[in-house]
């Protein structure tokens, strides 16, 4: 990130002023391969992120990670900050992630009411700081599942996480049962102690919710007093709470309302802690009912009665298909378009909130009955956050391909099937395999015996191209990553017959193609490139100009290359224009080997024709 005095000096009078305290870490150079638009905080303006030079930000990465929720490295996402390191460098190379949502414990940052841990948050915020010291921007969130592990005995079928103990004791809870519950799920509505203990949180009862908040400013104190300009600069705003849900409802009430009457407020409170301690320009990315856009379970919700909550707020949902996890209600893969209308509703909520969104949790089983699904389902949710058209109809109508959402997959977990988990502290059920948590296994990564992270899915389908900043304003994305189900080739969104010399280009290969209005700034445009596309196999075909292994960056390359800021190997596409609300396109392929001049003239006039009939 920039090191730029002037900039930095405001920044430090504005964000430590009275709240500096004795011993915080100075001011360090820029992470390493940054260039002069790089490492500017990200606002929501106009219903997008957007950087300091104004351009559109697309965020992708994952959740990092489970691993908070179990007691092995009591509630911290890594074991060490070098661990924190390997994990940020291989997201950031093998995964294409240029954001994470970073998971931290309630239980761990207050395990004695109204007494913060700081070695907790010192080693939290260490770890926070080396994925913002490679590039990769944070939010941090306050996770909880089941509200807490302290609601379950120790023989008990599941676990949950979130709340300390001391606050589960506040409660008296009954003993707790799921009944016949075939997934971990299903606890948040069938266990009794789980209901009331959330019923409780929501009614403030024995105090909690106020103590939550205390305890979330001094938290969000404590990470913007230790972490430098630069660093905090990185941090994109707060998660408040892990999937909210009721418990119960009371008399007369329904999610709406509960939503509307208190989680809600909940929220207006939260950001007011935020601007308290010193998060005033970083919006909250709050999460509606659990329930609100579920495919089997669904409540009506969505902040629908929150009314405009606007930039100081970020619409923050999940989604998983119930259906094909559960084996029964979805036979066979998921298909082309599958979730376009899940994720569009997504969008048209973000829209009327006149905010942006993030799909802050998304994924499926890797093993266990359903894992077969697994590269279709995920495929078909990335296709749905790159656009709101199907792939088969994404060439005759891509004017309505709408915005690219921002999301982060479930999960980056390192030390998969490597646990050592007591669950519910029973030194009988060590758990060593999976996620170590609810039979749960998501992670796409893990660690080979050399110690080294590698992928568990198809890399084509997880380091993707993504427009991750857009100088003024994109009209359209798609990305065909041509990833595999087994030995089948999933081919979703192939160039039409009508373009041959588009086609002939792409042939059996990955492309993306990018449409966009400029803007006013003097940034470029960039896509990340997957490790799929070096430099020697990649074109690009734009009305910009066309370029076979394009050259390194420079402000007055049209189309050049450069390495991803952090040092991790990452690299990314660079489109520069000249002008202002003009319309622009950047096809980028590797499927072509050495195309000639006429190759690429002829692929170039076909787009633009395209692109006459398509955006009049």
């Not at 009721?246 to 509307?260: F, I, L």
């Not at 949710?381 to 999301?407: E, I």
């Not at 900043?469 to 065909?480: D, I, N, V």
């Amino acid at each position: 990130m920039p090191n730029i005095r002037a900039r930095l000096l405001v920044v430090l009078v504005v964000l430590l002023g009275p709240l500096t305290v004795a011993g915080a870490k100075p001011a360090t150079a820029a992470v390493p391969h940054s260039l002069w638009f790089d490492g500017t905080a990200l606002t929501v303006s106009n219903g997008r992120f957007v950087d300091g030079q104004s351009r559109e930000v697309v965020l992708r990465g994952y959740n990092v990670s489970g691993e908070t929720k179990l007691d092995e490295n009591h509630g911290l996402p890594f074991a060490s900050v070098a661990d924190a390191r390997k994990s940020a460098t291989a997201l950031r190379a093998l995964g294409g992630g240029n954001s994470v949502r970073f998971l931290l414990s309630w239980a761990y940052a207050e395990p004695v009411r109204g007494q913060l841990d700081t070695a907790y948050l010192s080693a939290a915020t260490a770890q926070m700081g080396a994925f913002l010291d490679a590039g990769i921007r944070v939010y941090p969130d306050f996770h909880q599942d089941l509200y807490s592990r302290h609601l379950f005995d120790p023989d008990s079928w599941y676990t949950g996480d979130g709340a300390p103990k001391w606050a589960v004791d506040l409660g008296n809870y009954p003993d707790e049962s799921c009944g016949i519950c075939f997934l971990w799920g299903q606890n948040i509505t069938q266990n009794g102690a789980v209901k009331a203990a959330q019923y409780d949180f929501w009614h403030n009862a024995h105090g909690l919710q106020d103590s939550f908040l205390n305890m979330a400013q001094q938290t969000m104190t404590y990470v913007r007093q230790h972490l430098t300009a630069e660093q905090f600069a990185g941090v994109l705003g707060f998660d408040p709470y892990n999937e909210p849900y009721a418990g119960s409802y009371d008399s007369g009430q329904n999610s709406r309302t509960w939503e509307r009457d208190l989680l809600w407020p909940f929220y207006v409170k939260f950001r007011a802690r935020m601007d308290a301690a010193g998060w005033q320009d970083k919006p909250a990315f709050v999460e509606p009912n659990l329930f609100w856009n579920g495919n089997v379970s669904k409540e009506e919700g969505g902040l629908l009665d929150a009314g405009t909550i606007g930039s100081r707020y970020v619409f923050n949902t999940h989604f998983y298909d119930q259906k094909a996890i559960s084996g029964i209600l979805m036979w066979g893969n998921a298909s082309d378009g599958q979730y376009t209308t899940d994720f569009g509703t997504v969008r048209d909520r973000a829209s009327a909130l006149g905010t942006t969104a993030v799909v802050s949790e998304f994924g499926h089983p890797l093993n266990g009955n359903t894992a077969g699904k697994a590269p279709t389902v995920l495929k078909a949710m990335y296709q749905a956050l790159d656009s709101r058209v199907k792939g088969a109809n994404w060439w005759t109508t891509p004017a309505t391909s709408g915005p690219v959402l921002s999301g982060s997959q479930w999960q980056w977990d390192i030390y998969h099937g490597r646990h050592h988990e007591l669950m519910n502290g029973n030194p009988d059920k060590v758990l060593t395999s999976g996620d170590a948590w609810n039979d749960e296994d998501l992670s796409a990564v893990r660690l080979d015996d050399s110690g080294t992270a590698v992928l568990r899915q198809d890399a084509r389908l997880l380091d993707r191209i993504y427009p991750s900043a857009t100088s003024g304003s994109t009209l359209a994305f798609t990305y065909e990553d041509r990833s595999r189900d087994g030995s089948t080739t999933l081919t979703w969104n192939p160039v039409p017959g009508s373009l041959p010399n588009v086609s002939s280009l792409v042939g059996s290969g990955q492309y993306s193609l990018l449409v966009w209005r400029s803007g006013s700034g003097s940034a470029p445009t960039e896509l990340h490139l997957p490790a799929s596309f070096p430099n020697a196999s990649t074109t690009v075909v734009s009305d910009l100009g066309t370029a076979h292994a394009p050259p390194a960056y420079t402000s007055s390359t049209p189309i050049g290359t450069a390495a991803e800021p952090g040092g991790t190997g990452s690299r990314r596409l660079l489109l520069t224009d000249t002008d202002s609300g003009t319309l622009h396109y950047a096809l980028v392929t590797n499927g072509a080997t050495t195309p000639s001049a006429t190759v690429l003239n002829a692929a170039r006039s076909e787009l633009a024709a395209w692109m006459a009939s398509k955006f009049a």
